[in-house]
């Protein structure tokens, strides 16, 4: 090996500091990655109960079960769409690689989403104690999350976070290398897709079937599922970056 292709090699050791050096990158705004997540979920939470306490005053004794708990997830992403648009300019100043870029990325995310589902898990664990705050109403705890444990909910609620960071974080590429038009046309394809998903069940008159199989499958089971949609959404976020001139 000549001195030139020695010099060439990239080194493992050095792929993992120069990653975790856009980690770094990611987390030099905390807003982004920590305070507007936990001030999402924090005001959805209070909010939640402040609703649950006034049906309670005004005599509800039913269960209680808000969507106030999908904000902080849907919220990822604003967190993807974010972690691109904000950071990806100063990642090419410092000489980083779209790889390093974006593996640090997703790791950031993944601290943060991480956070998120241990918070989630506690406040699962509180509500199952104190009967749903003493007012029968639940925010994190939601029986088809928690069927398998307070582990398997864990990993539910962190693979949301992630799903949705990963489509935030695409679909910030493709407005950054195409722009807003070309954007437009790809949301609007997916949910003609979908759209005509819902069509071809309800023709065929599924949906029994696919309700069966969704309780079938059960809420890990689907959480697995999520984890090759997300893996499979990564790969084609990832081509999209590896191909955006500079």
Same mark, same amino acid.
């Given at each position: 090996?000549?001195?030139?292709?020695?010099?060439?090699?990239?080194?493992?050791?050095?792929?993992?500091?120069?990653?975790?050096?856009?980690?770094?990158?990611?987390?030099?705004?905390?807003?982004?990655?920590?305070?507007?997540?936990?001030?999402?979920?924090?005001?959805?939470?209070?909010?939640?109960?402040?609703?649950?306490?006034?049906?309670?005053?005004?005599?509800?004794?039913?269960?209680?079960?808000?969507?106030?708990?999908?904000?902080?997830?849907?919220?990822?992403?604003?967190?993807?769409?974010?972690?691109?648009?904000?950071?990806?300019?100063?990642?090419?100043?410092?000489?980083?690689?779209?790889?390093?870029?974006?593996?640090?990325?997703?790791?950031?995310?993944?601290?943060?989403?991480?956070?998120?589902?241990?918070?989630?898990?506690?406040?699962?664990?509180?509500?199952?104690?104190?009967?749903?705050?003493?007012?029968?109403?639940?925010?994190?705890?939601?029986?088809?999350? &928690?069927?398998?444990?307070?582990?398997?909910?864990?990993?539910?609620?962190?693979?949301?976070?992630?799903?949705?960071?990963?489509?935030?974080? &695409?679909?910030?590429?493709?407005?950054?290398?195409?722009?807003?038009?070309?954007?437009?046309?790809?949301?609007?394809?997916?949910?003609?897709?979908?759209?005509?998903?819902?069509?071809?069940?309800?023709?065929?008159?599924?949906?029994?079937?696919?309700?069966?199989?969704?309780?079938?499958?059960?809420?890990?089971?689907?959480?697995?599922?999520?984890?090759?949609?997300?893996?499979?959404?990564?790969?084609?976020?990832?081509?999209?970056?590896?191909?955006?001139?500079?």
């Amino acid at each position: 090996m000549t001195a030139l292709d020695a010099g060439s090699v990239t080194h493992p050791a050095a792929v993992r500091h120069r990653t975790l050096n856009v980690v770094r990158l990611q987390f030099v705004n905390t807003q982004t990655f920590v305070w507007v997540p936990a001030l999402v979920l924090g005001g959805a939470w209070v909010i939640t109960l402040l609703i649950y306490w006034i049906v309670q005053s005004a005599g509800g004794t039913d269960v209680k079960i808000g969507g106030g708990s999908q904000a902080p997830l849907w919220y990822f992403l604003v967190v993807g769409v974010q972690a691109m648009t904000l950071t990806f300019p100063f990642s090419q100043a410092m000489s980083l690689t779209r790889r390093e870029f974006y593996l640090g990325s997703l790791a950031a995310a993944a601290v943060s989403g991480l956070g998120m589902s241990l918070v989630f898990v506690l406040l699962g664990l509180i509500e199952q104690a104190t009967n749903g705050y003493g007012m029968n109403g639940y925010f994190a705890y939601l029986d088809w999350v &928690w069927e398998a444990g307070p582990l398997a909910a864990g990993l539910t609620y962190f693979v949301a976070t992630m799903l949705f960071f990963i489509i935030g974080f &695409w679909f910030a590429t493709i407005f950054k290398r195409f722009g807003t038009a070309t954007l437009v046309i790809v949301m609007l394809g997916i949910a003609l897709v979908l759209v005509g998903l819902i069509a071809f069940v309800t023709r065929q008159q599924a949906w029994p079937q696919i309700g069966s199989w969704l309780a079938g499958t059960g809420s890990l089971g689907l959480t697995m599922w999520a984890v090759l949609v997300s893996a499979l959404l990564a790969i084609g976020s990832y081509l999209t970056l590896r191909r955006m001139p500079a």
